[in-house]
């Protein structure tokens, strides 16, 4: 009964997954639904005593770090992201953004691990989506009449 509500179980979560990855026309209606700022996180407090925060929009990532008597803000595009990756320890989490041009590479640790599965695939959503309308726009524009 156990290994049959487990394998049930793995089922949902393969299909869950497959969901987002391959519709990338779903995840385009459901970010439209949202206004402006998709999700904010926090790193853990304790660990930080300024704690770091990312913030996810339709079109931008911003990165605020907070020092003593300083804060800065990095704000790049979506379609400048190259790759994301989630380090996952035993409590906390570390997301670090990568980007196609060779910027040093945006990180932000002490998140909570479900918060940080949470930007990771919003992320992932966003980079279909964004490369599927370049896609679409070369496709357009490499069949566009020529004057020659």
Known sequence: MIQKYLRIRKLQKV?????????????????EEKDGELLRIKSFFPFDIFPNELVIG?????????????????????KDIGLVQLNNALLFSQIRVSYK???EDMIIGNILREPAKQAKSLLDKLM??????????????????SLY
């Open 101 to 103: 041009a060779p910027y």
């Open 15 to 31: 299909e869950d997954q497959q969901q987002y990855v391959h519709d990338p026309v779903a995840i385009e209606r459901e970010l």
């Open 58 to 78: 339709k079109k931008t990532v911003t990165l605020i770090k907070r020092n003593f008597l300083t804060s800065n803000t990095e704000t790049f595009l979506v």
């Open 128 to 145: 279909l989506v964004k490369n599927e309308d370049i896609l679409d726009e070369l496709i357009t524009y490499d069949q566009s009449p």
